[in-house]
């Protein structure tokens, strides 16, 4: 199974940058989801890495470090309706399956 | 959205009940799964579907069951209802890429 940390909460200020963590500990690693989740809604697509490095998506970015078991979503240029719940989930090796597993997800406020 | 919907959206029911939560899908997806969302816990996953019929559990299966008779339809069933159900229930499948797609989801409040 998978063991995944990410911060509960974190505030920052329109128009800045922030860096959501996550670190995980899994047996065998098969691909790290970041999820969007708006408060009453359901969580929605946004990044998917199983390499090292970064991929960049518009305003959002992700990146994975697989030796150091770490990702971090960036957001830059935040706007008022980035304010949401992120999810970080990672995809264990055990058969064809497909299932990710989720971090609690951080609630990421966003000030004018 | 990936042509998903559940229903119920909102459901209140007394303990003891049995409850079915469906979730439909009209693009043929192999995969479907069933989710709960409680504060403090995130998604945790209590049963998915690999196929017409074949179904196995996830983390947080005890007291509940799924049936898949027909590729578009999975059942969810809360054979008896317990305060501890009450939750957030999110169906979802998998694409024929790696990303998850979610359904709007079910609110189920058990008194």
């Known amino acids: 199974g998978q063991n995944i940390d990410q911060p509960t909460e974190m505030t920052a200020t329109e128009g800045a940058i922030v860096q959501i963590n996550c670190t995980y500990q899994?047996?065998?690693?098969?691909?790290l989801f970041w999820y969007q989740q708006h408060a009453g809604e359901a969580p929605t697509f946004l990044s998917y890495?199983?390499?090292?490095g970064l991929e960049e998506k518009g305003r959002f970015s992700s990146f994975l470090s697989r030796s150091k078991g770490y990702s971090y979503l960036l957001l830059k240029e935040l706007q008022m309706k980035d304010s949401a719940s992120y999810l970080c989930?990672?995809?264990?090796?055990?058969?064809?399956?497909?299932?990710?597993?989720f971090g609690r997800g951080t609630s990421l406020i966003v000030h004018p | 959205d990936a042509g998903i919907t559940q229903s119920p959206r909102h459901k209140v029911t007394e303990t003891g009940t049995p409850v079915t939560l469906r979730c439909h899908q009209t693009?043929?997806?192999?995969?479907m799964y069933w989710y709960r969302q409680d504060p403090g816990h995130g998604l945790r996953l209590i049963h998915y579907?690999?196929?017409?019929?074949?179904?196995d559990k996830g983390e947080v299966s005890d007291g509940y069951s799924v049936s898949r008779s027909k590729t578009e339809d999975f059942l969810l069933t809360l054979e008896s209802a317990t305060s501890s159900q009450t939750s957030v229930y999110f169906c979802?499948?998998?694409?024929?890429?790696?990303?998850?797609?979610f359904g709007p989801g079910t609110r189920l409040t058990v008194l």
């Open positions: 979802a499948i998998r694409d024929r890429g790696n990303e998850q797609f």
């Open positions: 899994t047996s065998g690693f098969n691909g």
């Open positions: 890495n199983v390499l090292d």
């Open positions: 989930a990672v995809r264990d090796e055990g058969g064809g399956s497909y299932i990710p597993t």
């Open positions: 693009e043929n997806h192999r995969y």
């Open positions: 579907s690999y196929g017409v019929k074949d179904t």
